[in-house]
């Protein structure tokens, strides 16, 4: 079993920047992908970022260059570093864990709010 959880979450005007933290732990495995994904009202849950452990990232287009995915030494927590954020980024962020090199079945998290406005 993993438990996933995420923090960092929070009010930030436009143009600020937020870095959300993403914790497994449990029966964590060196070969293993994290990724972040978002969910606003009414919207279905997308693909944000997500790294495996060999340290491939991938980004939506949508926060390609305004975003960052990295890890911990120990692989077992994962960051999302935002930049110049946007009102259309206003979604519950949720962290996701996966045994092996695809997001396609894991672990999820509670989710954190992140709220753009001025």
């Known amino acids: 079993q993993v438990r996933v959880v995420e923090s960092g979450g929070g009010l930030v005007q436009p143009g600020g920047s937020l870095r959300l933290s993403c914790a497994a732990s449990g029966s964590i495995f060196s070969i293993a992908t994290m990724g972040w994904y978002r969910q606003a009202p009414g919207k279905e849950r997308e693909l944000v970022a997500s790294?495996?452990?060999?340290?491939?990232?991938n980004y939506a287009d949508s926060v390609k260059g305004r975003c960052t995915i990295s890890r911990d030494t120990g692989k077992n927590t994962v960051y999302l570093q935002m930049n110049s954020l946007k009102p259309e980024d206003t979604a519950v962020y949720y962290c996701?864990?996966?045994?092996?090199?695809?997001?396609?079945?894991?672990?999820w998290g509670q989710g954190t709010q992140v709220t753009v406005s001025s």
């Open positions: 790294i495996t452990s060999g340290g491939t990232v």
């Open positions: 996701k864990f996966a045994r092996g090199g695809y997001l396609n079945n894991g672990y």
